[in-house]
Structures are given as C-alpha cells and as structure tokens.
C-alpha cells in the first residue's frame, strides 16, 4: 500500500512531555497538510507544506507547536511542554501539485497520530 | 470563512439511494463545494467536489442547486461500507471541515 502512513499510530505522554509525530506522503505528493481532531468535530487544518516551504499556518498552531518538512519529503509535528487540551488525533493528508491535478485536487489522509495527554 | 449547515444525523436502508444535503448560504463565486467522508477510525477519504455544474464520479453524484447556496451528495445504492461521517465544505483556499453527517446504513 503507497497511501499516506502516520507514525507512531497511538501515544500517550505525561503533561509537561515533548512529542514528535512523523507523516510520510505519497511519494509523488509535494504537498503536505496537517489536520487536528478533536472527539466529534470535524478535523481542524494546522499547517501546509509545499516542498519543504511551509506555506501557512493556522491560529490554532501555537508557539509550542511546531511542523517541518526538511527534505520536501516525510513530515514531523512536535508538541512542547503537552497540555491536556492537546489530545486529539493528529491528522496528515497529501496531495499532488495543482498543475498536475488541479487547483482543487483532492487530499489524500492517513490513519493519523492518537495523542492522550495524561 | 463561509460556512455549511449539515443534519447531524441520517438513516438509509441498504441498496438505496441516500440524499446527503448541505446547506451553504453565504458560499461565494469561489468557493468550490467539496464532499469527504470519514469512516470509523479511518482519515477522512475525498468523495467528490463541483463548482456550478453537477457532478458524477464511481462513487457518487453532486446536485447543485442553481443558486448554489445548497447541494446534495447523491449514493445511489446504500452498501453498509458507506456508512461514515460525511462532510460537506466549501473550498476557497484550505478544507475546513463542519461537524458532518453521521450516516447510518441499516441491513
């Protein structure tokens, strides 16, 4: 299977603790998303990578988080100093340029990262 | 950001037809209305987008209402496997995801 996979799948941290999750994309994607889930809602967009250019970022991504995507290939999400509102599931999705698929190409999602802060 | 209103929740029996709407009042002449779905424990999964015109793909159809402030995603035969959170969005620049529609799919 070439999808979207997302590493590690489930974990669980003490308030206070660092993570870091890692998303690897479909190989010929060059874009990258990351989403975040909270139970019952919708996923919430964090941030966008073009290559390895992070091209936005939502106000939802605070100062303690912080995405890159060093050789415009795997991604990592790393949260500093974990609150308790941090858990949610971690979502990744890519998708290929628009001017190959188009400007409104579909995203293609892993099984995303399950954080529990404890 | 324009905004969808979805019903929280729908029933369908299996092998017919379900009729998803989606309400979206203040869409704009940009904004693209997209459909994703996202089944237990899973990443949601593209269904299908349109603009103006409707739309037909192997998994479903689009309507388009001709003012566009709202549009019904169409399965045209109900499977058990398409029971799943279905989200309606419009898209201008990122996807930003409502609440959706549970869809339930009886035997």
């Known amino acids: ?118 | 950001d324009a905004k969808t209103t979805q019903p929280n929740s729908m029933e369908s029996n299996e092998e017919e037809p379900v009729h998803l709407p989606c309400n979206h009042s203040t869409i704009s002449g940009t904004d693209y209305i997209h459909w994703y779905r996202q089944l237990p424990s899973q990443g949601p999964e593209y269904v299908i987008h349109g603009l103006t015109s409707n739309v037909n793909n192997r998994m479903a159809s689009l309507a388009i209402a001709e003012d566009r402030k709202s549009s019904t995603l169409i399965l045209h035969r109900a499977t058990l496997r398409d029971a799943a959170v279905y989200y309606c969005i419009l898209r201008s620049r990122q996807l930003t995801f409502g609440s959706g529609t549970q869809l339930t799919v009886l035997p």
Request: aromatic residues 10%.
């Open chain 1, 1 to 118: 299977d070439t999808g979207v996979s997302q590493d590690p799948r489930h974990k669980i941290t003490k308030r206070g603790q660092n993570v870091t999750f890692r998303c690897d994309p479909i190989s010929e994607h060059n874009r990258l998303y990351w989403y975040r889930q909270t139970l019952g809602q919708g996923p919430e967009f964090l941030t966008y990578f073009q290559n390895e250019a992070q091209l936005e970022k939502s106000r939802l991504l605070s100062d303690r988080f912080s995405a890159e995507r060093p050789k415009g290939s795997f991604s990592t999400l790393e949260i500093q100093r974990t609150e308790q509102g941090d858990s949610a599931m971690y979502l990744c999705a890519s998708s290929l340029p628009p001017r190959l698929a188009g400007l409104h190409n579909e995203q293609f999602f892993g099984p995303g990262t399950r954080l529990t802060v404890l």
